[in-house]
T-cell receptor, first 114, second 109 residues
Framework: SAVISQKPSRDICQRGTSLTIQCQVD?????MFWYRQQPGQSLTLIAT?????????ESGFVIDKFPISRPNLTFSTLTVSNMSPEDSSIYLC???????????FGQGTRLTVV | DAKTTQPNSMESNEEEPVHLPCNHS???????IHWYRQLPSQGPEYVIH???SNVNNRMASLAIAEDRKSSTLILHRATLRDAAVYYC??????????FGKGTRLHILP
């Protein structure tokens, strides 16, 4: 199994500002993903974080709003830019070590935008 | 598109077995079936996954129909700690885990 650490675990931010969330995996992984989970809802995939190249975004999510970095095989960041109250949500990082194996999830970052 | 169908909710009594169904009628021959669960206020956790054969681990068993169009997650002896949302997922060819609404499992003491 792999252990995923996310920082911060929660934050309260002013609208118009940006927050960068960090995701650290305790071992090298093939793939890393970012999700959003709004209150009472299921998880929605934001993007796949690709090492050494631009992230691959799902429909409805764009790089300008959610820039993602993945500088190596164990670390990724998601930035929520120019925040509004609608961005209040839990953001989760996930990783897969190898193809066709299980995914691991961080505990999430609870973001409140005021 | 989650590509699986699950009941919205189920109830079970504590210390009894629980069978959580999942339909995936459009599954291809190389699609794995994954199950995850999300306990309250936590990130999802892996439960079990399989391709064709039934699978067992310390948490649960996965029974896969012979035609692979459905599967059942079996919790052999439910406890209150098993109350969670259970997700049946077919990762796509890019290994993306796309979540549907899942089944909310209530355990009655």
């Amino acid at each position: 199994s792999a252990v995923i650490s996310q920082k911060p675990s929660r934050d309260i931010c002013q609208r118009g500002t940006s927050l960068t969330i960090q995701c650290q995996v305790d071992s090298q992984v093939t793939m890393m993903f970012w999700y959003r989970q709004q209150p009472g809802q299921s998880l929605t995939l934001i993007a796949t974080a690709n090492q050494g190249s631009e992230a691959t975004y799902e429909s409805g999510f764009v790089i300008d709003k959610f820039p993602i970095s993945r500088p190596n095989l164990t670390f990724s960041t998601l930035t929520v830019s120019n925040m509004s109250p609608e961005d209040s949500s839990i953001y989760l990082c996930s990783a897969i070590r190898d193809r066709h194996t299980e995914a691991f999830f961080g505990q999430g970052t609870r973001l409140t935008v005021v | 598109d989650a590509k699986t169908t699950q009941p919205n909710s189920m109830e079970s009594n504590e210390e009894e077995p629980v069978h959580l169904p999942c339909n995936h009628s459009t599954i291809s021959g190389t699609d794995y079936i994954h199950w995850y669960r999300q306990l309250p206020s936590q990130g999802p956790e892996y439960v079990i996954h399989g391709l064709t054969s039934n699978v067992n681990n310390r948490m649960a068993s996965l029974a896969i129909a012979e035609d692979r169009k459905s599967s059942t997650l079996i919790l052999h002896r439910a406890t209150l700690r098993d109350a969670a949302v259970y997700y049946c997922i077919r990762p796509n060819r890019d290994d993306k885990i796309i979540f549907g609404k899942g089944t909310r499992l209530h355990i009655l003491p």
